[in-house]
C-alpha cells in the first residue's frame, strides 16, 4: 500500500531568508521539521506514524541512495553543502540539523541581507 502526501516538494521548502534570520534554536527546529518531512516522503511512511529526531537515519530506513537524494534536497533547500557520509553516519535528525544549522550563515550577516532583500522588494 502506497501513502500519498499531498504537498509538493516546492511547499515544503523552509523560507530561507527568515530560517537564516532565526536565531539558532529557531534554525535547528525548522530544519528538523523539515528532515521530517522530506524522509516521511521519501521512505514512504504512513501518516500514523512519525520520524523520530533522537533516532539514527539509518535506524530509520535511510540509505546510501536516500541519503544521496536528501542530500540534494538539503543543499537546494538550504543553500548549503552537504556531504553525503554526514547522512550516513549514525546521527540523528537533531544532530544532522543542528550541523546544517552551523553550516548557515551567522545570524547577524543573515539577518542584514533579509533585511536588504525585504527593503528592496518595497
Not at 33 to 54: H, K, M
Not at 105 to 110: G, I, N, Q, S, Y
Amino acid at each position: 500500500m502506497t501513502f500519498q502526501n499531498t504537498s509538493t516538494w516546492l511547499e515544503r521548502l523552509p523560507d530561507l531568508p527568515a530560517l537564516r534570520a532565526a536565531d539558532t534554536a529557531a534554525r535547528i527546529r525548522i530544519i528538523e521539521q523539515y528532515i521530517c518531512q522530506e524522509l516521511t516522503e521519501t521512505l514512504d511512511i504512513p501518516p500514523a506514524y512519525r520520524i523520530n529526531v533522537r533516532r539514527p537515519l539509518r535506524s530509520q530506513g535511510v540509505d546510501s541512495i536516500m541519503a544521496i537524494q536528501l542530500k540534494r534536497k538539503l543543499e537546494t533547500a538550504l543553500g548549503v553543502t552537504v556531504k553525503a557520509a554526514d547522512l550516513l553516519r549514525d546521527d540523528s535528525v537533531a544532530e544532522v540539523a543542528a550541523l546544517l544549522c552551523a553550516l548557515m550563515p551567522d545570524r547577524r550577516e543573515a539577518q542584514a541581507r533579509f533585511a536588504a532583500t525585504a527593503g528592496a522588494g518595497r
